[in-house]
T-cell receptor, first 113, second 113 residues
């Protein structure tokens, strides 16, 4: 049973436009959410995170929104750049500092010039 | 360079064999995590060690085992290998848990033939 779901395997966006990547979760005990970016032949790298006590966190071009009632979070990238083309993983944790990360299957983002 | 070193980068072996994957965590990180990424799958959590002790277990098969040594490096042992064990195996390290972020290595690609 997948606790973290990324239902879109891929997304294609034009350079300069907004990219919206979605993630749904089933475990209401998750209290921390993170997004990772992965380029081919590299390990995932941390992008941005949000605690369950917040509904928005922003870092430069990246904003994560959390809707706890819907058990849904999204990552917005504005404006999208070709270098953002990568696989994006949503991850969630129970237990904050002690919990392990449960990852979704990832969404491959392609940003076209 | 993320600071997490995984060796070897590639490994090809036959069914029924046994292999050992090695991970050196980032300096100062006490936690080591192992993840498996199979085709079309997300990152599946296998096992976590903290300062030499097993902290949590995920979907790790009985044919797989791991340990963390006093110098904090970790090894993942995979035995009686099957074709389905072919995957990318990632090691990650952190200072604590999820909220501190994980730093991933670039992975070991295991191919079982």
């Amino acid at each position: 049973d997948q606790q973290v779901k990324q239902n879109s395997p891929s997304l294609s966006v034009q350079e300069g436009r907004i990219s919206i990547l979605n993630c749904d979760y089933t475990n209401s005990m998750f209290d921390y959410f993170l997004w990772y970016k992965k380029y081919p032949a590299e390990g995932p790298t941390f992008l941005i995170s949000i605690s369950s006590i917040k509904d928005k966190n922003e870092d430069g071009r990246f904003t994560v929104f959390l809707n706890k009632s819907a058990k849904h979070l999204s990552l917005h990238i504005v404006p999208s750049q070709p270098g953002d083309s990568a696989v994006y993983f949503c991850a969630a944790s129970v237990g904050g500092s002690q919990g392990n990360l449960i990852f979704g299957k990832g969404t491959k983002l392609s940003v076209k010039p | 360079d993320s600071g997490v070193t995984q060796t070897p980068k590639h490994l090809i072996t036959a069914t029924g064999q046994r292999v050992t994957l090695r991970c050196s965590p980032r300096s100062g990180d006490l936690s080591v995590y192992w993840y498996q990424q199979s085709l079309d799958q997300g990152l599946q959590f296998l096992i976590q060690y903290y300062n030499g002790e097993e902290r949590a277990k995920g979907n790790i098969l009985e044919r797989f085992s791991a340990q963390q040594f006093p110098d904090l490096h970790s090894e993942l042992n995979l035995s009686s290998l099957e074709l389905g064990d072919s995957a990318l195996y990632f090691c990650a390290s952190s200072r604590g848990g999820a909220i501190y972020g994980y730093t991933f290595g670039s992975g070991t690609r295991l191919t079982v033939v």
